[in-house]
């Protein structure tokens, strides 16, 4: 049977050999290029979606920046506000000077500090500090330690009592850091600016401003080409 | 000699006729026997053209409409890359002023890690102190220790056992427990045993506040 087929069928081959031949090199760039132009679109899809990403942070760079340039009286005094909560080096004037105006404010009296080498660190210096008072001024003193006096000041362990009066002693926690400053998105909302405003309602704001000028290193790595 | 070519052509002529006769048989009877067969291959190869046409319109169609999306997102990814180059030209001139933002961020994470540090003791001594009041009368506390892990010991004491009793009841109310992830009896105490007219029942707890948000 096959050997009385084969004739015509080598026939008909040879009529559509041109068919069948495009229909092999159609296939074949139909396949190079679909691949090719997926791989192509799916790449230029994953550079899109990152210059997306890019525009929308630098848009908000520039938003941000624009509306702190608009209130740079506030911008600086934000500065200032945080540069004295947390001075670049240790500053053993201020915490004094922190350490009194507590007393002034609350009524607790403090009566001695001692400097806690063992349990300082590099960024965190622990004094020991022991002090009078009624009940009622050392509550005072736990309500406004912490940016009260000027300084950031913690304490991880507190013991009261209702009823506690005389020598009282509680070990606190003064920091300093030097601070880098940050490159690339920055994320200076609306939310840190209402608890900056926050925070400046509890501090000393007179102490703030009464000091010298803020001399915070804002160096920065300048580039001198944008692209 | 004529007479022998003459005859020659002839016998050629013959096995000529006979072989074309032959052939002729021989093609009648298989396309008489075979026809289905060759309509069909011949239908298949009809298919293949019509393939042939048709996915060479596919191709032209597919790759014109990839051409037209890449084209598309080439444009939009230039487009991006404008926007992209105005705002960094924009910020050149912002430096110094997201410099200081950026002095006040790290400055206020720092303050915040710091914070963590404190034990806060006055908001969670102050949440004690009312639900202790909106329980009993009776409950007196007497101290209260706290660390920055929120974990707490607390004494209260009370000046008759009934008033204990009744404390009991309300320490083991959801009222109560809301504020604590955990919290146990560490002991119990009688002040003043010796003297039999001021005694004081005590007692004193070990518990974990849940964070509260200031």
Redesign the interface.
């Known amino acids: 049977m096959n050997k009385h087929l084969k004739p015509y069928i080598i026939s008909l081959i040879k009529e559509n050999l041109t068919y069948i031949s495009i229909l092999f090199v159609i296939l074949f760039l139909l396949m190079v290029s679909v691949s090719v132009l997926l791989s192509k679109y799916s790449f230029n899809s994953i550079k899109e979606n990152d210059l997306v990403k890019e525009v929308a942070d630098l848009n908000k760079r520039v938003e941000t920046a624009s509306s702190a340039m608009a209130d740079s009286q506030n911008l600086q005094q934000n500065i200032k506000l945080l540069d004295k909560l947390i001075p670049g080096t240790e500053d053993f004037f201020s915490i004094i000077y922190a350490l009194e105006n507590l007393s002034r404010k609350s009524g607790f009296q403090i009566t001695a500090y001692s400097v806690d080498m063992k349990n300082s660190k590099v960024n965190k210096l622990q004094i020991s500090i022991s002090g009078s008072g009624d009940n009622e001024s050392f509550i005072k003193f736990l309500k406004d330690y912490n940016f009260g006096g000027g300084r950031l000041i913690t304490s991880d362990n507190i013991e009261l009592s209702p009823k506690q009066s005389g020598n009282i002693k509680i070990d606190l926690a003064f920091y300093s850091k030097k601070t880098e400053v940050a490159n690339g998105t920055l994320n200076f909302n609306k939310n840190l600016l209402d608890e900056l405003t926050k925070l400046k309602q509890k501090v000393d704001l007179s102490y703030v401003e009464a000091s010298e000028e803020a001399s915070v290193d804002l160096s920065y790595p300048k580039n001198t080409s944008p692209f | 000699m004529p007479n022998n070519c003459h005859i020659l052509s002839r016998q050629l002529e013959l096995i000529c006729v006979n072989a074309s006769t032959h052939i002729m048989r021989t093609k009648k009877i298989?396309l008489l026997?075979?026809r289905g067969?060759?309509h069909r291959?011949?239908k298949i190869?009809y298919w293949?053209?019509i393939?042939?046409i048709a996915?060479?319109v596919?191709?032209v169609l597919?790759?014109s409409v990839?051409?037209i999306?890449?084209s598309v997102?080439?444009s939009?990814?230039e487009s991006?890359?404008q926007?992209?180059?105005q705002?960094?030209?924009?910020?050149?001139d912002?430096?110094?002023?997201?410099?200081?933002?950026?002095?006040?961020?790290?400055?206020?994470n720092?303050?915040k890690d710091?914070?963590k540090?404190?034990?806060h003791?006055?908001p969670y001594?102050n949440l004690l102190?009312s639900a202790l009041s909106s329980s009993t009368e009776s409950a007196?506390?007497?101290?209260?220790?706290?660390?920055?892990t929120r974990d707490v010991t607390f004494v209260v004491s009370f000046l008759s056992i009934e008033q204990l009793l009744s404390f009991f009841k309300f320490v083991e109310s959801e009222d109560f427990l809301k504020y604590f992830e955990k919290i146990s009896l560490k002991s119990f105490s009688i002040a003043g045993a010796s003297q039999s007219t001021n005694l004081k029942y005590e007692l004193s707890f070990n518990a974990r506040f849940l964070e509260i948000n200031e």
Do not use: P
């Open positions: 298989n026997t075979d067969d060759y291959y011949e190869f293949i053209r393939a042939t996915l060479a596919i191709t597919v790759v990839f051409f999306m890449l997102q080439n939009r990814i991006l890359l926007q992209k180059k705002l960094l030209l924009s910020l050149q912002k430096n110094d002023v997201e410099a200081k933002i950026g002095f006040i961020q790290n400055k206020y720092s303050l710091f914070m540090d404190d034990a003791s006055l001594y102190q007196a506390l007497k101290s209260f220790q706290i660390s920055k």
